[in-house]
Nanobody, 119 residues
Framework: VQLVESGGGLVQAGGSLRLSCAASGRNFSLNAMGWYRQAPGGQREMVAVISSGGDSTNYADSVKGRFTISRDNAKNTMYLQMNSLKPENTAVYYC?????????????WGQGTQVTVSS
């Protein structure tokens, strides 16, 4: 199973980006999913998480009201809509998912996508 992020890039402060995370593979099911980020010299931190059905979400305090996490289970894809971006949001953004495959549960990570917000 692979998780592939897309949608990162360079944006000016106040702008918006939409990240996508697509899961692909055979014979798997997705559970909870989430977005994490890691800034240069920093630790990886949670940005937002979403339940398997998409009915429950949780956000880091720093992004509440500006970022929205969602998922389309028919497409095995998760999204992160990021509005009112700030320079401090600059980081590599990673998606993660709890996956059940062949009766084995595990957490998978994508390779990350760079988000750079200029002031």
């Amino acid at each position: 199973v692979q998780l592939v992020e897309s949608g990162g890039g360079l944006v000016q402060a106040g702008g918006s980006l939409r990240l996508s995370c697509a899961a692909s593979g055979r014979n798997f099911s997705l559970n909870a999913m989430g977005w994490y980020r890691q800034a240069p010299g920093g630790q990886r931190e949670m940005v937002a998480v979403i339940s398997s059905g998409g009915d429950s979400t949780n956000y880091a305090d720093s992004v509440k009201g500006r970022f929205t996490i969602s998922r389309d289970n028919a497409k095995n894809t998760m999204y992160l809509q990021m509005n009112s971006l700030k320079p401090e949001n600059t980081a590599v953004y990673y998606c993660t998912a709890g996956i059940l495959r062949s009766s084995v549960r595990g957490w998978y990570w994508g390779q990350g996508t760079q988000v750079t917000v200029s002031s």
